[in-house]
């Protein structure tokens, strides 16, 4: 595939500066660059430009002493992925159903669906427009799936669930398996049936192994256009704004509700019935024990305001030094006293 | 579906206070109470049933000012669970064996057993009565499954297991993979066959995308009644008693041994080739890396007894005035020696 | 199965000493020994060999009162990972390609191959000789599977792939999937293609449910011999060296780029973008949060050098203390001002 940079330019709506009518054939990282590639720059990268060797760069304001022709746009990042999409059209999978795909009772189909081999969609399924199911998708009873949808091989949908539009799950994803939910009486733990269900609203992505449950009662719910990593946990009754960031391995525990453009960093880990507000960013590893407010970064376990965090950890890195000081002090004070007292 | 409160009552081996004749709908929590559902109330929500909208309310023991009829049981979530049963009973799926699974050579199957399209059963396997396997399910070689177990969507059993009565295994699940041992010599790692198996016995759980490995030799064990969430990892040759929790994304390495009714919060991780006691609780994120003896609450990394961390966490936040503090003192005490021994 | 000592020592290159005709007839651990099993012991574990009842026992060098013929060979573990095999036959799947298989356009499969129930291999794949697929592994367009490569029940490698030599995928293991790269304008986040691919070289094993994300240009990249346990993440354009080990729920984000022979412990935490050096091991729990040299043992979170780590877990324990001398002192020194200054 070859664009010139000028049509490039168009497709992103962006401005040239320099050699329009240069061809480009391909797209690379920036320190990969070569002359038939683009790339793009943003921050700090943007001083690496002048010595790149892409063909051309797409930037967000004009870089000085670039040789190549520069793209200028509002958000380069943006503007690359769609680039990177004109370049990679993604493989195309065969509209219509599978031979060997199981389809129930009373299900309903959308127009241009690909449902591919080894689906089985169940009794009252709803599957929209556009939906593409790879191999071995399970779409459980009743569950309705929104337009645009595509799902991965091997992904399950359990029933009753509702998925919204241009949804993502990513392959072995598990979406509303029933919640750890248990009465325990002598010790032994009786399961209590989880009857609600899992709803992530439109533009949600799940990662691949990650795993929502259903509700106790009512729902589980993600909210429009949260993207959520692999090997994820949300526990039963869950509930994540719009817009938020769930690194990999991150796991909520059940009931927990959380606001919009929270960011969950890798590894994190939350503790159930508890409130996050909006706008709160947990740095990988985080402990989060307690309900927190809108607007914050938070670091360490238990959960820390980040900057108190970082105080902190480099105080121990002190300890040592200051137990001596301590001691010795205690020494200098002793025989201070002594010689004081025992005049 | 409808019941009267002292149908529901009568299901529970529950008194009523109150309109036993009112009828009930549906459940709800009590929080979203409605009043043609019931609820339940145990602890410190009991305060609040005064107010709840609910048509009527599990209790452990009467509660003053309680507008609605009450149904007082011995235990309130054992008993919501039976009645959250009669109100959902679940989707049921067809007994038999669907045309799409393939079963093995010398495969014994009990009575009203339900194998699901696209399940795999290997050579010698033994299916239980009442079995239900769901789509995709796999069982190895000579793997025995106990009666009323349930397999969902996709999980894998591999050869030579022994699964319990009453198991669940989530959609996802993988038992008896390999455990993960190696010889290395020259920095060169080679794997030692892993030629145990995974016993689960009675009444054990295990969560999606859980992960048991089978044993270098003998079985890695989980004993009666035992819980375990989502996306947990037990190693090789691991043994967990019985009544234990393990929530989500926890994780044990090989050859521990755990006694009965311990619970390990989410994302604990636990050394290998240790023991650890019978009535142990470990807080979410603790990192255990040694023997645990019985009886007792843990929490952190380096583990510690929950009040001994919950104290030099406290003291943590206090660092930083401490340190002023000894600077301070260094000072007086040096002014103090100037002073006296000056003289 | 049944072999002499004598055959035993031959099949490990080793030496006999005591009775090389006695009879063994399975595999046990020292400490469950049994006079018709063989055992293995090595450093600390040699003591416990004369008070053994093993048939016989390999070891690396002569152990003073042993009762039992010991067979001394190089590396013991090695010897019985041999032995083992010897005599656990893995169970043989049936060579060619299973019948509900679904094969794509201009796939290459290569000798004695043996394809299991469920599987799908898309167009243009290649598939080398002697490799298993079990049933349900997807196999994506362009991918390429290396000679003697067995992948388990579920596993997925998407498209563009390049799987080595010898490469061990376990159950549920998603190779490939999209990475986790988003660009966000007002908020919103817009999912960037990864058009890049995973490179799994030659003797890498992938533990079940573990995830490799592509890249977003170019590869992730496993380096020969490296082994990787459950549940484990690799982000986009991670590159991890030779000879190392990922154990248990470890998480690398994306972009970092570790060297040979590294040990990352279970639930080890790694931010993107930075750089580990060759030979460091990283106890359970770390939090790697930049770059790390080569040679080293590392723990905690934030990561320091284990002896550091745990010289400060050491203090944080006498922190109480501590905190209570440093008010003595306070109360002293004033005291002592007062009788000086009070004068």
Redesign the interface.
């Known amino acids: 595939m070859k664009y010139t940079v000028e049509e490039l330019a168009k497709a992103v709506h962006g401005s040239v500066i320099g050699d329009g009518a240069k061809v480009i054939e391909e ?3 920036l320190d ?1 660059g070569a002359p038939q590639a683009i790339s793009f720059a943003i921050g700090e990268y943007c001083e690496f430009v002048p010595q790149a060797k892409s063909g051309a760069v797409i930037v967000e304001a004009p870089v000085e002493g670039a040789p190549m022709p520069l793209i200028v746009v ?2 380069a ?2 503007a ?2 769609q680039i ?2 004109m ?2 059209p ?2 195309v999978f065969p509209k219509g159903i599978h031979e ?1 795909a ?1 389809i129930g009772k009373n299900v309903t189909i959308g127009e241009n669906v690909s449902i ?3 689906c ?1 969609v ?1 009794d009252n399924a709803i599957i929209g427009d556009n939906v593409v199911l790879h ?2 998708v ?1 779409i ?2 009743n569950t309705r799936i929104g337009d645009d949808t595509v799902i ?3 992904a ?1 949908v ?2 009753n669930c509702v998925i919204g539009k241009r949804v ?1 799950l ?3 994803a ?1 979406i509303g ?2 919640g ?1 939910g ?2 325990t ?1 002598n ?7 989880q ?1 609600g269900n899992v709803i992530l609203e439109d533009d949600v ?1 799940v ?3 990650s ?1 929502i ?1 259903n509700a ?3 729902s589980t719910l993600v909210r429009r ?1 949260t ?1 959520i ?3 994820v ?1 949300l ?1 039963h009754n869950v509930e994540i704004g719009e ?1 938020c ?1 769930l ?3 991150v ?1 909520i ?1 059940g009931s927990t509700k959380c606001g919009n ?1 929270v960011i969950f960093a ?2 994190t ?1 939350c ?1 159930g019935h508890i409130t996050i507000g909006d706008n709160v960013t947990f740095a ?2 985080t ?1 989060i ?1 307690g309900n927190v407010p809108s607007d914050g970064l938070y670091a ?3 959960m ?1 305001p980040h900057k ?1 965090w970082l ?3 480099a ?6 030094d ?2 001596k ?2 001691k010795k ?2 020494k ?2 002793a025989r ?2 002594e ?3 025992g005049k």
Do not use: W
């Open positions: 797209t690379r990282s990969q509002e958000n990042k943006v690359f992925a990177l999409e370049f990679h993604p493989v060997t199981i591919g081999p080894y089985v169940y191999p071995y399970y459980g009873h991965y091989a091997g399950i359990h029933e993502v990513r392959a072995k598990v398996g029933e750890f248990f009465a009486e010790g032994v733990h009786t399961h209590i049936p009857v992505e990662g691949a192994c795993c449950d106790t009662m009512g256009g993207k990593d692999n090997l946990h526990g817009d960031f690194i990999a391995q796991g525990a453009h890798g590894q880990g503790t990988g590893k402990g024990i360490g376990y238990p820390r108190e105080k902190i950890e105080y121990q890195s002190r300890l040592p200051m137990a000081t301590v002090l205690e200098e004070v201070l006293k010689q004081l007292e």
